[in-house]
């Protein structure tokens, strides 16, 4: 009888440990501030040399960038600086979303997708090209609802981010 008193109690302490390093590693992340990294979701993946002309456009206003000799410079030929213009298509073109939302919505008027008020479309040195839709903010103001190449799958992208591309662009 004590023997097995005493197996179950081991039994017991070794559950509980078990159980204490389970939430250690399900807290790991958090504890190391890559919990919202760890949900990212990788959208494109270009380099700013790959990507030949950038058109955004928000409301009524449009900006064109297109890129010659590894320079960028607005449609009508004004040299751009550099740095800012190369920063601006790196987050274009290495776009990722930090949540999916709805993946075969319906109801693109419920995100501000059916008439969106933003858009960032770009050309590859291919030839190819891809667009993004922005719609309303969410809830927490913290992203913007956003449609990849006219497919139906909604996610969303920090507003942060959001605001540098449209920077210029009123």
């Known amino acids: 009888m004590e023997e097995s008193r005493r197996s179950i109690i081991i039994l017991l302490i ?11 590693l399900q807290a790991w992340p958090k504890a190391q501030g890559n919990d919202e990294s760890l949900n990212n979701i990788n959208i494109f993946d270009y380099k700013t040399t790959e990507i030949q002309s950038v058109t955004l456009i928000r ?3 449009k900006r064109i960038m297109i890129q010659k ?12 600086d550099y740095n800012d213009a190369d920063l ?9 979303s930090d949540n999916l939302v709805e993946e075969h919505t319906r109801n693109k008027g419920l995100y501000g997708l059916e008439d969106p008020p933003a858009l960032v479309s770009f ?11 922005f719609g309303n903010m969410t809830a927490d103001q913290k992203s913007i609802y956003m449609l990849i190449d006219g497919q139906d799958t909604v996610y969303t992208m920090p507003v942060d981010i959001f605001n540098i591309i449209f920077e210029d662009v009123i």
């Open 14 to 24: 070794a559950a509980g440990m078990l159980a204490l390093i389970l939430a250690m």
């Open 59 to 61: 409301n009524s206003a």
């Open 69 to 80: 000799n590894k320079e960028w410079m607005l449609e009508d030929g004004t040299k751009l």
């Open 88 to 96: 601006l298509v790196t987050f274009i073109s290495y776009l990722y």
């Open 123 to 133: 050309t590859l040195m291919d030839g190819s090209g891809h667009l993004i839709e």
